[in-house]
């Protein structure tokens, strides 16, 4: 390779660095919400009866909230809640599911609340859906209201 391909190869991965490392600082920067944080499960109450297992159809209520460091339990703005109306019903398991909800629900019993915080690895990764920006951490809190025959 010439030197000039080298210097140009060389710049090129300099520019790439300086884009990637400003992203970096806008997706973390403190004006804003913390977009990474691990994935966690607590119950907040436990349930009783029949806990629940994949392939489950289940009913829960929720509210989301971006995650956000500093914040009581790490609750920024809640953006998202099925308390104002009826309750979601989902198969536990299913594709229609972000994989956190899939790996945070099973063991929950009717009656239980449980707060999820998820990373944008388990959660909606990189993509923009509805008012969540890529990269994001949420906070959910899920009510299991039944496990349904």
């Given at each position: 390779?010439?030197?000039?391909?080298?210097?140009?190869?060389?710049?090129?991965?300099?520019?790439?660095?300086?884009?990637?490392?400003?992203?970096?600082?806008?997706?973390?920067?403190?004006?804003?919400?913390?977009?990474?944080?691990?994935?966690?499960?607590?119950?907040?109450?436990?349930?009783?009866?029949?806990?629940v297992?994949?392939?489950?159809?289940?009913?829960?209520?929720?509210?989301?909230?971006?995650?956000?460091?500093?914040?009581?339990?790490?609750?920024?703005?809640?953006?998202?809640?099925?308390?104002?109306?009826?309750?979601?019903?989902?198969s536990?398991?299913?594709?229609?599911?972000?994989?956190?909800?899939?790996?945070?629900l099973?063991?929950?019993?009717?009656?239980?609340?449980?707060r999820?915080?998820?990373?944008?690895?388990?959660?909606?990764?990189?993509?923009?859906?509805?008012?969540?920006?890529?990269?994001?951490?949420?906070?959910?809190?899920?009510e299991?209201?039944?496990?349904?025959?």
């Amino acid at each position: 390779m010439s030197s000039a391909g080298w210097v140009r190869k060389v710049c090129g991965l300099g520019a790439l660095a300086a884009v990637l490392g400003g992203l970096t600082a806008c997706v973390n920067s403190p004006a804003g919400p913390t977009r990474f944080a691990p994935y966690s499960q607590t119950d907040l109450r436990l349930g009783s009866g029949p806990a629940v297992v994949a392939g489950d159809l289940i009913t829960v209520h929720y509210t989301v909230w971006f995650y956000e460091d500093g914040q009581p339990e790490q609750k920024g703005a809640a953006f998202e809640t099925s308390r104002s109306g009826a309750p979601l019903q989902l198969s536990v398991g299913s594709s229609g599911v972000i994989f956190a909800w899939n790996q945070g629900l099973p063991g929950m019993q009717p009656g239980g609340l449980r707060r999820l915080v998820v990373p944008p690895s388990v959660g909606y990764g990189g993509f923009r859906t509805g008012p969540i920006p890529p990269w994001t951490t949420l906070v959910f809190e899920i009510e299991l209201v039944s496990i349904d025959e």
